[in-house]
C-alpha cells in the first residue's frame, strides 16, 4: 500500500460519455499530481496541484479537467475523450510544494479504454 | 533538449547475478535524480535517488551511480531475485523547480530467470 488511493482501477468509456477518476491520499502531502502513462511512452505530467492550487498545465487537452477540492483529493473529469486517450492514468503526491526531494508516491493507476 | 533515455529497453538475467540497468540524460541542468521500479498492475515504487552533488549512492541491495561528466546515470541490483521483474524508469529534475516536476525515461524491462 502506497497511501494512495485510486478509483476506479478500470475504466471503459465511449467518446461522447462524461465520466471521473478519483485520487485519494492518506499521508499528509501538500502537492498532487497526473500523470499519463502510454505504451511505449515515458510518463507524461499533465497537472500538478499545490496546496490545492494548480501550478502545472502541460498543454493538456480541455476534454481532461482536473479538481483539487482539498489537499487529500484529487480529480480527473473526463469528456469527449478520443481512443488516443487510453491510457493508465497514474495519479501521484509529495510531501511538500517546495519539497527538498522530487520523491513522487504513486498509486496504481487507473486503466482508461476509449471506444 | 531535455530528455532521459534509457541505453537497453530489456535486460534478462539469471537469479543471483547482478544487474545494472543505464539512463542517459541530456540536461546539464538537472540537480535530482531519482530511479522507480514499476511492477506489473502497479504504480511506480521508488527505489533510491542521488543529488548531483554525489557521484554514488546505496541502499538495500540497490547502488546508483552518476557520472556528471558524461550525463549517465545507472541502477545496479545486488544478487538479483525474480521479484525483482518490473520496468525501470530514472527521472531527472531540472535545477530550481520545485516539488516533483520530473521527467522520466521510457524503461527498461528487467527479466530475473530462476
Known amino acids: 500500500e502506497t497511501g494512495v488511493t485510486q478509483t476506479p482501477r478500470h475504466l471503459v468509456m465511449g467518446m461522447t460519455n462524461k465520466k471521473s477518476l478519483k485520487c485519494e491520499q492518506h499521508l499528509g502531502h501538500n502537492a498532487m499530481y497526473w500523470y499519463k502513462q502510454s505504451a511505449k511512452k515515458p510518463l507524461e505530467l499533465m497537472f500538478v496541484?499545490?496546496?490545492?492550487?494548480?501550478?502545472e498545465n502541460n498543454s493538456v487537452p480541455s476534454r481532461f479537467s482536473p479538481e483539487c477540492p482539498n489537499s487529500s483529493h484529487l480529480f480527473l473529469h473526463l469528456h469527449t475523450l478520443q481512443p488516443e486517450d487510453s491510457a493508465l492514468y497514474l495519479c501521484?503526491?509529495?510531501?511538500?510544494?517546495?519539497?527538498?526531494?522530487?520523491?513522487?508516491?504513486f498509486g496504481e493507476g487507473s486503466r482508461l479504454t476509449v471506444l | 533538449g531535455e530528455s532521459v533515455g534509457l541505453h537497453l529497453p530489456t535486460l534478462s538475467v539469471q537469479e543471483g547475478d547482478n544487474s545494472i540497468i543505464n539512463c542517459a540524460y541530456s540536461n546539464s541542468a538537472s540537480d535530482y535524480f531519482i530511479w522507480y521500479k514499476q511492477e506489473s498492475g502497479k504504480g511506480p515504487q521508488f527505489i533510491i535517488d542521488?543529488?548531483?552533488?554525489?557521484d554514488k549512492r546505496q541502499g538495500q541491495r540497490v547502488t546508483v551511480l552518476l557520472n556528471k561528466t558524461v550525463k549517465h546515470l545507472s541502477l545496479q541490483i545486488a544478487a538479483t531475485q525474480p521479484g525483482d521483474s518490473a520496468v525501470y524508469f530514472c527521472?531527472?529534475?531540472?535545477?530550481?523547480?520545485?516539488?516533483?516536476?520530473?521527467?522520466f525515461g521510457q524503461g527498461t524491462i528487467l527479466t530475473v530467470h530462476p
Open positions: 501521484a503526491s509529495s510531501p511538500a510544494a517546495s519539497g527538498r526531494t522530487g520523491e513522487l508516491f
Open positions: 527521472a531527472e529534475r531540472a535545477g530550481g523547480t520545485s516539488y516533483g516536476k520530473l521527467t
Open positions: 496541484y499545490s496546496l490545492e492550487e494548480r501550478v
Open positions: 542521488i543529488r548531483s552533488n554525489m
